[in-house]
C-alpha cells in the first residue's frame, strides 16, 4: 500500500497570503509580515513531515517579501506625496 503525501495547510495558507500582499494596498504589509512567518513554520515543518508543499511555502515567502517591500514603497510615497505637497501649494 502506499501512503499518500498531503500538502502542508500552512504553506497553502503562506502563498496566498503571499498573493494577496502584492494585490491588497496598505493592509497587505501586515498580510505579508503573517505570510513570512507562516511560510518560516510551514518549511521547518514540510522538512520534519515530509509533507508536499515545500514549493509553495518557498513561494508564499517570496510573494510575501516582494509585498511587503512594494508596501513600503507605497506608504513612503503616500507620506512624501502629502508633505511636500502640502509645502507646493502653500507657496
Same mark, same amino acid.
Given at each position: 500500500?502506499?501512503? *499518500?503525501?498531503? +500538502? !502542508? @495547510? %500552512?504553506?497553502?495558507?503562506?502563498?496566498?497570503? /503571499?498573493?494577496?500582499?502584492?494585490? #491588497?494596498? &496598505? $493592509?497587505?504589509?501586515?498580510?505579508?509580515?503573517?505570510?513570512?512567518?507562516?511560510?518560516?513554520?510551514?518549511?521547518?515543518? *514540510?522538512?520534519? +513531515? !515530509? @509533507? %508536499?508543499?515545500?514549493?509553495?511555502?518557498?513561494? /508564499?515567502?517570496?510573494?510575501?517579501? #516582494?509585498? &511587503? $517591500?512594494?508596501?513600503?514603497?507605497?506608504?513612503?510615497?503616500?507620506?512624501?506625496?502629502?508633505?511636500?505637497?502640502?509645502?507646493?501649494?502653500? +507657496?
Amino acid at each position: 500500500m502506499e501512503l *499518500i503525501r498531503q +500538502t !502542508n @495547510q %500552512k504553506a497553502i495558507t503562506a502563498l496566498t497570503l /503571499g498573493i494577496l500582499s502584492l494585490l #491588497i494596498p &496598505i $493592509i497587505g504589509f501586515i498580510l505579508g509580515v503573517i505570510g513570512i512567518f507562516l511560510a518560516r513554520k510551514s518549511i521547518i515543518e *514540510i522538512d520534519n +513531515t !515530509n @509533507q %508536499k508543499g515545500r514549493g509553495m511555502a518557498i513561494s /508564499g515567502l517570496i510573494c510575501s517579501i #516582494i509585498g &511587503i $517591500i512594494i508596501q513600503l514603497f507605497v506608504i513612503f510615497a503616500i507620506i512624501g506625496y502629502y508633505s511636500y505637497g502640502s509645502d507646493v501649494i502653500a +507657496t
